[in-house]
């Protein structure tokens, strides 16, 4: 199994602290990531709750990509049922080919409900709002006949995006999925990647992960279409530190705060464990999927989520502060270093290697005796029949 490994950034940032410099470490993390040589980074789009201030995620990613060289940097995701579809595809296009091809496009039907309500939607609508913009997105990044079309909150007139993507035949395309099959559908539909964002414990208990992908096989055979694996993005709360009393003890205080005082209070989702605020990390992390340990333990995780999945293409750290700035560096250095190679193939020369040499030490040593013992000799012989000896 070879893995890509990224982050997926909604972002959260508490409440109660300079939003400009939030967003300013959002910057600095995903150019560290680059440094580090993660494969990826995802920005969400969100309009209230006070936690999550990115309003724009493609503009938030324009700015990075003038900070970082190899990172590939998606939407994550654009709400779709928010917007016009043409002008969707057009700001997309843009960026494209503004970062050379660096972009891929991550779609939603909206993270939080209260963000349809301010904007008067009605949140049984969003969902195949979704659907009817992405179908549209598609026909604009692919075609250039000229398209009319009357949807459900828009119109196009001989519609033409007269920048073409970058990358052809456009930005790869993937769908949030949590629970509900609606995502994987749509995701097969149309041969898509999938943001994962459940992949631990849900409301109504375990994800079958299995049991999801089979959902967009379905789909996508139904459309004629193909979904791979390596284009399935399982999206995971993580962080580490070198032991596990350390890594939890870090998180515990800003965790519980996020999960009991965002997550319970401000959005209204319910709990899935008991706590009290002291227990929240130890509980998510035996229940719901979270990874908060060492090294050994993400391999672990990700070696168990493999199994319950059948096969993914990437692991993305749902991006947290919970330990703070220099903390969650630590952490994604601990994650390159020591996970990330035992996932990409990157360490089976190195093992090899040692393993010849190994098997090979004891003639060496007695080569290296020998070598020594012969350049004694040689150089006694030397001495001895130098003149005026």
Not at 282 to 293: L, R, S
Not at 338 to 343: A, D, G, I, S, T
């Amino acid at each position: 199994m070879s893995l890509r490994f990224g982050t997926f950034l909604a972002p959260f940032h508490e409440p109660g602290e300079n939003p400009t410099l939030a967003l300013e470490r959002d910057l600095e993390l995903i150019a560290h990531l680059d440094r580090l040589g993660f494969d990826e980074a995802w920005v969400g789009e969100h309009h209230t709750t006070g936690w999550e201030t990115v309003a724009a995620p493609e503009i938030l990613l324009a700015v990075a990509a003038e900070r970082t060289r190899h990172i590939r940097l998606g939407t994550g995701a654009v709400s779709l049922p928010y917007h016009h579809p043409l002008i969707v595809a057009d700001r997309i296009v843009l960026l494209d080919h503004l970062t050379r091809g660096r972009v891929m496009f991550g779609v939603g039907p909206g993270g939080h409900l209260s963000d349809a309500l301010m904007l008067g939607l009605d949140p049984a609508t969003l969902r195949e709002r979704m659907a009817e913009a992405l179908d549209l997105i598609v026909r604009l990044f692919t075609e250039t006949e000229p398209l009319s079309v009357t949807g459900t909150w828009y119109r196009l007139n001989d519609a033409v995006l007269q920048l073409r993507p970058y990358q052809r035949p456009h930005p790869p395309i993937a769908v949030t999925s949590m629970e509900s099959p609606a995502g994987m559908q749509l995701a097969g539909r149309h041969g898509a990647g999938v943001l994962q964002l459940a992949a631990g414990k849900g409301p109504r208990g375990p994800i079958d992960l299995r049991a999801h992908w089979a959902i967009a096989q379905e789909s996508a055979a139904a459309a004629g279409r193909e979904v791979r694996r390596e284009d399935w993005r399982l999206v995971v709360p993580m962080h580490l530190a070198e032991t596990r009393r350390e890594a939890r003890d870090g998180v515990r205080e800003g965790a519980a705060r996020w999960l009991l005082g965002y997550v319970q209070t401000v959005t209204g989702r319910p709990a899935p464990v008991p706590g009290p605020a002291d227990r929240v990390v130890d509980q998510m992390c035996e229940a719901a999927g979270w990874v908060v340990g060492t090294p050994d333990d993400a391999v672990a995780a990700i070696e168990e989520l493999a199994e319950r999945s059948g096969g993914f293409g990437a692991l993305l750290v749902w991006g947290q502060e919970w330990a703070g700035r220099e903390a969650t560096h630590r952490s994604y250095e601990l994650l390159a270093r020591h996970v990330v190679p035992r996932f990409q193939g990157s360490l089976a020369g190195i093992e090899a290697s040692g393993v010849v040499a190994a098997a090979r030490a004891g003639d060496i040593q007695r080569e290296r005796v020998a070598g020594v013992e012969r350049a004694q000799t040689a150089y006694e012989r030397g001495r001895e029949g130098a003149p005026g000896r």
